[in-house]
C-alpha cells in the first residue's frame, strides 16, 4: 500500500493526446509532495490543466503542512 494520496479533483493531461497526465499526491507519512508526470518525461499543458496542476500542488501544501504541523501547547 502507498503512503501517497493523489488529488482526486485533479484531471490533467497532455494536450497533444497522447495519454499523458499528471499527478499530485500527498504522502500520508510525512507530508512530501510528488508531482509526477506520468508516461512520458514531459508534458505540455493547455492553460487550463496548468491552473489545475497549480491548485492541486497548493492543495498538497497544504495537507502536507497539515501533516507535519506540530501540536501546540495550549
Do not use: Y
Not at 47 to 67: E, G, K, W
Amino acid at each position: 500500500m502507498s503512503a501517497f494520496s493523489s488529488d482526486p479533483d485533479l484531471s490533467a493531461h497532455d494536450v497533444t493526446g497522447n495519454g499523458t497526465e499528471v499527478d499530485v499526491a500527498t504522502n500520508l507519512l510525512n507530508g512530501e509532495v510528488r508531482l509526477s508526470i506520468l508516461w512520458t518525461q514531459e508534458i505540455l499543458l493547455s492553460a487550463d490543466a496548468a491552473d489545475q496542476v497549480a491548485d492541486a500542488l497548493r492543495r498538497a501544501a497544504a495537507r502536507s503542512r497539515s501533516i507535519t504541523a506540530t501540536p501546540s501547547a495550549d
